[in-house]
């Protein structure tokens, strides 16, 4: 499936970036050289969206004379000034009728690099959704307003900022990129209150107050808003050293992948609940210098108490949530977290039959690396894999990846395999040390 039509909504003052403005509209502020907007559309051009609908408002004639000075790249442009301002979501509804069945809503303010085929196809598996929503952690979940999804990408609940206390919630946030479905937004053309009626805060959370299905696609690829001085300036270095291009997803991403008990939280013999989850000293500090580098953090971790019932889904979600929340009080995030639920050896009590099956993604297997080599394009050979058992270097060694073990945890003494770590340290904080010491 392949989509030819983007909207951009490019209605916005950058009161914030005036100094840098001068008289410009915010989309056309200059990013090393080059207006936003035109990156933005170089972007849809690239993936082939062959139809641009810019939502205009402020300063609006600046941004048409932009485009006829372009000649519109070559593609069908047409700018729209929606009159009054309706918000996010007011503006798309306002010319519903010109739409296509799906189409991209991009924000005007935001620098992004992304993969477009991939989320195309993440968003056509599910063909029963009014939309699908690009999501991504980031290094302040505790004040952003964050999204819920289940197993299978279905967004469960928005969670605005503040969050409800003693919950722990997992760092996904909307990173304002959506592909919606026409159809599930007509009845809201008639529906949207008058002023104001943004995605996040009122069009996305009806939707699924009305029973409407949206879902999630998580990703790190490069999304950020360049609306002051110092974002504004954070993107223009980013992108002058090629991070924000080496970031998307059509580029093979470097990757550590983590285990979790014994290496980034004390090893309790089976962890089964959120509050027998206790971190390591320095694993947040260690971790946000990864995430500041190009590397993606990866956990990959056999959890054979689903198999055995001891821990539920949900608990271990739970689990999960806690170590994306006190990573994220000190800016620190985990890319994505795979799990083995399985365990092969049958006949405990409450164990789950369907899950006591010998599977290929249970380490030392590397079932859980291959899919992260298609999820993440992780890059095996630029790789890393940092444990604390014998079994978690022999997944490195069968993956082909470069393994250190951390002397936390059960160091190495568990004994079952013959595997040599590539090299052996103190904890996780050095091992990141000593990865971030070596070229990519
Ligand atoms: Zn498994």
């Not at 689990?319 to 985990?334: D, M, P, R, V």
Request: glycine letters at 8%; one cysteine or more.
């Amino acid at each position: 499936m392949s989509l030819r039509q983007a909207v951009i909504l490019a209605g916005g003052k950058g009161t914030r970036l005036k100094e840098r403005l001068g008289d410009l509209p915010k989309p056309l502020i200059d990013v090393a050289g080059t207006p936003l907007l035109e990156r933005q559309i170089h972007l849809l051009k690239r993936y082939g969206y062959q139809n641009i609908l810019i939502l205009v408002n402020h300063k609006a004639e600046k941004i048409e004379q932009f485009c006829q000075q372009n000649a519109n790249w070559g593609l069908t442009i047409t700018c729209i000034d929606d009159g009054e301002p309706r918000g996010t979501a007011g503006a798309v509804l306002n010319i519903l009728p010109e739409l296509e069945d799906e189409f991209l809503v991009v924000y005007g303010d935001t620098m992004l690099e992304v993969d477009l085929n991939r989320f195309v196809a993440a968003h056509a598996a599910h063909t029963d959704g009014a939309g699908t929503l690009f999501l991504h952690p980031n290094d302040h979940p505790h004040d952003s307003d964050l999204v819920d999804m289940d197993e299978n990408g279905r967004i469960t609940s928005f969670y605005p900022y503040p969050h409800p206390a003693e919950t722990y919630l997992p760092n996904l946030v909307n990173a304002a990129l959506y592909i919606l479905r026409r159809e599930a937004l007509k009845a809201w053309v008639a529906k949207a209150p008058e002023g104001i009626f943004d995605f996040g805060k009122n069009l996305f959370p009806s939707l699924l107050e009305e029973g409407q299905k949206l879902y999630g696609y998580n990703s790190f690829e490069y999304i950020k808003d360049c609306g002051t001085p110092t974002r504004l300036d954070k993107i223009t270095r980013d992108l002058t050293s090629g991070k924000i291009q080496r970031s998307s997803l059509a580029c093979k991403q470097p990757t550590v992948f983590i285990d979790r008990d014994g290496t980034l939280n004390k090893e309790v013999d089976h962890l089964k609940t959120a509050s027998q989850l206790e971190l390591f000293e320095g694993v947040e500090e260690a971790l946000r210098k990864l995430n500041q580098s190009e590397y993606r953090a990866c956990i990959i971790t056999n959890q054979p108490v689903i198999a055995r019932g001891e821990c539920s889904p949900a608990e271990l979600r739970n689990i999960h949530n806690k170590l994306e929340t006190l990573l994220g009080h000190k800016g620190a995030f985990i890319d994505r977290i795979y799990v083995c639920p399985h365990h092969p050896d049958k006949g405990f009590n409450g164990e789950v039959p369907e899950l006591k099956i010998d599977c290929n993604c249970r380490k030392p297997n590397i079932g859980l690396i291959q899919q992260a080599e298609q999820d993440l394009n992780a890059d095996l050979a630029k790789s890393w894999f940092i444990g604390d058992t014998t079994s978690d270097i022999e997944t490195a060694r069968r993956a082909g990846i470069r393994s250190i073990l951390v002397q936390t945890g059960y160091a190495g003494r568990d004994g079952k395999y013959q595997a040599t770590p590539d090299f052996t340290v103190e904890n996780f904080a050095k091992a990141v040390e000593l990865i971030l010491e070596q070229a990519v």
